[in-house]
Nanobody, 115 residues
Framework: QVQLVESGGGPVQSGGSLRLSCVAS????????MGWYRQAPGKQRELVAD???????NYADSVKGRFTISRDNAKNTMYLQMNSLKPEDTAVYYC?????????WGQGTQVTVSS
């Protein structure tokens, strides 16, 4: 089992910044890909960004150039630096870990961007 705990969400004004953190615990060996997803009200959950153990990254087009995903394997922690936030970034952000073809999810953290 893998446990994921997110933190760092909250209210922010348009153009502002937030940094989300996700700490992994439990059976964390061989977690390859970790990622951030988000779900806005009435919409499906979507990939924001993901990162492999070796540091290869992938971003949704809507956040390229504004968000940066990173991972500290020694601390079992993943981060999402979000800059130039827009109201359309408002959503619950979820941490995800893929291990042995099984997806693990955190409880989510709310990000609310006001105009």
């Amino acid at each position: 089992q893998v446990q994921l705990v997110e933190s760092g969400g909250g209210p922010v004004q348009s153009g502002g910044s937030l940094r989300l953190s996700c700490v992994a615990s439990g059976s964390i060996c061989n977690i390859n890909v970790m990622g951030w997803y988000r779900q806005a009200p009435g919409k499906q959950r979507e990939l924001v960004a993901d990162i492999t153990r070796s540091g290869l990254t992938n971003y949704a087009d809507s956040v390229k150039g504004r968000f940066t995903i990173s991972r500290d394997n020694a601390k079992n922690t993943m981060y999402l630096q979000m800059n130039s936030l827009k109201p359309e970034d408002t959503a619950v952000y979820y941490c995800n870990a893929l291990k042995s073809l099984r997806n693990y999810w955190g409880q989510g953290t709310q990000v609310t961007v006001s105009s």
